[in-house]
């Protein structure tokens, strides 16, 4: 299974962007990562399905935020307050499985999306 992430783009600092991901419908948790030129993929957000709770780097934790509709299956990185070091390919992923912690390790996750660019430059 693909995901398709979309709503990455070029946006100056301090503004904001929407980032968008078709998951499926069953999934026990969700999550963003990114990766920056030069550097690893590295955890940003995660959503556990049951009970909702949330889950954020401290570089964009207060400035991020993860959520979910159900109805539509699309999940959603809210991005405010960007800053140039937020400039990065941003990836969905989503677990099937029953989940079993580590949140923030890209092999708890089984499906991943594309990847979406945000350029944060002025």
């Known amino acids: 299974v693909q995901l398709q992430a979309s709503g990455g783009g070029l946006v100056q600092p301090g503004g904001s962007l929407r980032l968008s991901c078709e998951v499926p419908r069953v999934t026990s948790l969700m999550g963003w990562f990114r990766q920056a030129p030069g550097k690893e993929r590295e955890f940003v957000a995660a959503?556990?399905?049951?009970?909702?709770?949330?889950l954020y780097a401290p570089s964009v934790k207060g400035r991020f935020t993860i959520s979910r509709d159900a109805a539509k299956n699309t999940a959603y990185l809210q991005m405010d307050s960007l800053k140039p070091e937020d400039t990065a390919v941003y990836y969905c992923?989503?677990?099937?499985?029953?989940?079993?912690?580590?949140?923030?390790?890209?092999?708890?996750?089984?499906?991943w999306g594309q990847g979406t660019l945000v350029t944060v430059s002025s």
């Open positions: 959503r556990i399905q049951n009970g909702g709770r949330t």
């Open positions: 992923g989503a677990r099937a499985r029953t989940y079993s912690g580590n949140f923030d390790m890209m092999g708890s996750y089984d499906y």
